[in-house]
Nanobody
Framework: HVQVVESGGGWVQVGDSLSLSCTAS????????VAWFRQGPGKDREFVAA?????????YYGDSIQGRFTSSRDNAKNAVYLQMTSLKPEDTAVYYC?????????????????????WGQGTQVTVSS
């Protein structure tokens, strides 16, 4: 059984940087594809970043965070990171790590929450002006 856990959330000020971590148990993260989503107050769950499902390993990003957020994977530490910079109040949300098995997939990546089977509890990020 796969479990994912996020950590690293907190309260920051506008323009600050913050890094989130996602770790997995039950299977190595190298066996999974991982994505980040977020859900702000009163908003739908929003796609943030996703590891490619096929082709070269790379991360894809949502439009609202392009150029400010970077995700990476460290298989040796069994962790995926989301480095967030130039944070804005609208980045305030609960951030979720999600994972799925994508072996044999032909799609480049997925930004759809229902495509991911394993979810963490979420970590709160609050950006104060």
């Amino acid at each position: 059984h796969v479990q994912v856990v996020e950590s690293g959330g907190g309260w920051v000020q506008v323009g600050d940087s913050l890094s989130l971590s996602c770790t997995a148990s039950g299977r190595p993260l190298s066996d999974l594809v991982v994505a980040w989503f977020r859900q702000g107050p009163g908003k739908d769950r929003e796609f943030v970043a996703a590891l490619s499902w096929s082709g070269p390993e790379e991360f894809y990003y949502g439009d609202s965070i392009q150029g400010r957020f970077t995700s990476s994977r460290d298989n040796a530490k069994n962790a995926v990171y989301l480095q967030m910079t130039s944070l804005k109040p609208e980045d305030t949300a609960v951030y979720y790590c999600a994972a799925a098995f994508a072996e044999g997939s032909r799609i480049p990546y997925s930004d759809l929450p229902y495509e991911y089977d394993y979810w963490g509890q979420g970590t709160q990020v609050t950006v104060s002006s």
